[in-house]
């Protein structure tokens, strides 16, 4: 084990989408405190100003600041998407153990809500869930978190399906263990890797899906310097020329998806391997 | 078990799949909201015209009688009425279905034959700068919203270089060409999606086709190294290739929401879109619903084409 996390450690694409991640989350926690500008003071008269020596990357239509801005844009993304995974997580492992562990009629029915759910594109049952019951930073965590739930579900029931009738499970079922203590203390523990690798590829969905929320404007509400939001209040005057807002934010974003991705995809070579 | 017991088997899976999402789009559309009236007038209006309009639409009816009112009318084609346009909702879906098509369709044509030769040239290549890549460029077009490629493809090509045009709505009565043109670039983030996993697929499908018994045994046994790709590998590496594909149409289907808010087409992505933001409850759920029915038949269909395409199968229905 201590072989593939020294692995880990080597590798420089796991290293680089730390090294953002820490980044954006240093500036989300201490970026009100070096900004050059307050991130949410209006300044209407210096409004859609291109970057310039004062503002590098601009102002946005309200004459804010979109570097400092953009700074501390971080903060709602990167509270909600690892609240929304650990939400599917709780609910996903808990689905999975009793539908792989008890199989049958339990199995069945957990399991065809699954393809019911997983019929449909994620942003679009979010967007009808989140319509239902009014976008809020709140609502975006339950939302996201639950419609996870079957897919980790999904990873965790073939995990349990391989380990159930092996001989650990056997013996503590002869010993008269309880099923709850047979589930969370033999089995869960022995399903932990790819649990592991489940819970940081989700993570990066959950990035990308908070932020396609935000994006259409179901996600984080104003007046959050989040990035999918900013994206969503200033693509519409890129064709007018002004692409500083939209754009900044934009690339922010990706950063952070990719970081999340590289970290998630060192992690399952490493487990993998 | 025979094909036929094996198609009767899915379709039923299919069947059961597809009443249990209208279950789930009925339940978050009618009970997650609360009281739908007053969603509609909002928290000024009185008590009396708030229930005036729950009877209007019919919500003051037991739950059980009102789905089986939504759910046999769907399947009839009759998709109730729009909140927001008082009218019948089934028109708008099926033309902004048909708009949907048309760009879904160009994302895959441009899609589908290059990443299945970026993936088979990743395959053959593997471990060279080649295939890195590619593969560095599956992931990352894969893993990015399509919001953030999209904006940077405007940017690029509508904005700074010209090329393109940056709506997706073209002039009344424009031919096929100029309609295509319009279409480019709002596909281009789909297809950069598509492209990621496509790719990795046919890479993966590839390599292992490559690595098989058949394979050494068809180089063994004398055939040109054109014959063995064509006839031994790629046969094989297909098969995954077409499942990924027909779940990714479910996957476009998703995307089309943000794809068409961003370029402002009339799609069932943003009529969704605009149903979600006005709370027309009813275009809503048709939309979803026939999203899903969409991703639901084609994954049937890919199963089944899966089945009479690999021999395995095909030939174990009738040993």
Known sequence: ??????????????????????????????????????????????????????????????????????????????????????????????????????????????????????????????????????????????????????????????????????????AARLRNESTLWILFSEILPNVAPPILVEATVRLGYAVFAVATLSFIGFGIQPPSPDWGLAVSESYGLINGGIWWPALFNTLAISSLVIAVNLAADGIHRALNA | MGVGALIARRAALAVATLWLLSVLVFAAGQLLPGDVGRAILGPLADARSVANLDHQLGLDRPLAVRYWDWVSHFVAGDMSRSYAYRAPVAP???????????????????????????????????????????????????????????????????????????????????????????????????????FGYLARMMRAGTLEALAADYTRTAVLKGLTPRVVLWRHVLRNALLPAITVTATQTGYLLGGLVVVETLFRYPGIGSLIYAAARDKDFPMLEAGVLTVGVIFIVTGLLADLLYALLNPRIRLGASA
């Not at chain 1, 903060?75 to 049958?104: H, I, K, M, N, W």
């Not at chain 2, 895959?108 to 060279?128: C, D, E, I, N, Q």
Request: glycine share 8%; hydrophobic share 60%.
């Open chain 2, 92 to 194: 708008f879906i099926v033309s902004a279905l048909a708009a949907s098509v048309k760009l879904g369709a160009v994302a895959f044509v441009l899609t589908v034959p290059v990443s299945l030769a970026a993936g088979v040239w990743a395959a053959l290549h593997a471990g060279r700068a080649a295939d890195r890549v590619i593969t560095v460029i599956g992931t990352w077009a894969a893993s990015l919203p399509e919001f953030a490629t999209g904006i940077v493809l405007i940017l690029v090509f509508g904005v700074w270089l010209k090329v393109l045009p940056v709506s997706a709505v073209w002039p009344a009565g424009a031919g096929i060409a100029t309609q295509l043109y319009h279409l480019v670039l709002p596909s281009l983030p789909l297809t950069l999606v598509l």
């Open chain 1, 1 to 170: 084990m201590s072989g593939r996390w020294r692995a880990l450690l080597r590798s420089g694409g796991f290293l680089t989408g730390v090294l953002i991640i820490v980044f954006w989350t240093a500036c989300a926690l201490f970026g009100r405190l070096v900004a050059p500008f307050d991130p949410f003071a209006d300044d209407i008269l210096s409004a859609l100003r291109p970057p310039s020596a004062a503002h590098w990357f601009g102002t946005d239509q309200l004459g804010r600041d979109v570097l400092s801005r953009v700074m501390v844009g971080s903060r709602d993304v990167l509270t909600v998407a690892p609240l929304a995974t650990g939400l599917g997580l709780v609910l996903g492992v808990l689905l999975g153990l009793l539908a792989g562990y008890f199989r049958g009629v339990v199995d069945e029915l957990i399991s065809r809500t699954i393809d019911a759910v997983l019929a449909l594109p994620l942003v679009i049952i979010a967007l009808l869930a989140l319509t239902a019951i009014g976008p809020s930073t709140a609502t975006v965590i339950l939302v996201v978190g639950v419609i996870f739930a079957p897919l980790i579900a999904r990873t965790v029931r073939a995990a349990v399906l391989s380990e159930r009738d092996l001989d650990y499970v056997a």
